[in-house]
């Protein structure tokens, strides 16, 4: 069994780097091929294989796997959640965008079941990376959002009320969903940023309404 722990390389960027390529690739040293899928909020992940022509258009879908090595992937987000995963076992790669029509979905669900189906992983090998995302501290929602998250993730210290008001984190919701289907806590980690409270760092698409975005990239390189 090879270990590819030493060659993987994952990044979370913020407003200086966005999701150019060529400062990501600054930032990594070196000129690497990027795939990012078109986003569309959907529970739709594409799997790039060996062969698979990346110069042609993207197609819609919002997580990527890869078990390509080379192969930079991302999504982009701005409050939304920005995922990487890594099964350092297996070899193979994910990045997820995560806002709340995609955790409402189970869109993690759904590339974990896809890990272990597809590529053999053990959910409890997976480690997973959350970049900076909108918390519940600025993302007040409807009650229509909150029950759709909470149909998909359960019970969980991830919704909270004030003054009859209801705040959700997505961050922490992605991670109830991802230790239901068998990760491990310790191998989660979770940025603390709030991009919301963080306007000078990162793009928040309810704080500005800002059209920029920041990325979530990860590559075994
Ligand atoms: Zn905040």
Redesign the pocket.
């Known amino acids: 069994m090879q270990n590819y722990s030493s060659q993987v390389k994952l990044l979370f960027t913020d407003r200086g780097v966005g999701i150019d390529r060529d400062r990501v690739c600054a930032l990594i040293g070196r000129e690497v091929d990027l795939y990012m899928p078109i986003q569309r909020h959907t529970d739709v992940a594409v799997t790039i294989l060996e062969g698979h022509d990346l110069t042609s258009e993207g197609c819609v879908a919002d997580a990527v796997i890869t078990d390509r090595v080379g192969l930079l992937i991302g999504v982009q987000t701005a409050d939304c959640v920005p995922i990487v995963a890594f099964d350092p076992h297996r070899g193979v790669i994910a990045a997820i965008h995560a806002g709340w029509r995609g955790t409402a979905k189970g869109i993690l669900k759904s590339v974990v079941a896809a890990l272990c189906t597809d590529f053999s992983c053990r959910a409890g090998d997976i480690l997973m990376a959350v970049g900076p995302s ?2 519940s ?3 007040e929602v409807g009650s229509d959002v909150m029950d759709a998250v909470r149909q998909a993730t359960g019970a969980g210290n991830y919704i909270c009320s004030e003054a009859g008001r209801w705040y959700v984190d997505l961050a922490r919701a992605n991670l109830h969903q991802a230790l239901s289907v068998g990760l491990s806590q310790a191998n989660v980690w979770i940025s603390p940023d ?1 991009t ?2 963080l306007p000078d760092r990162y793009y928040s698409y309810r704080r500005t309404k800002c059209t920029g975005r920041q990325g979530g990239f990860i590559g075994m390189l």
């Open positions: 909108i918390k501290c600025c993302y709030c919301s409270c």
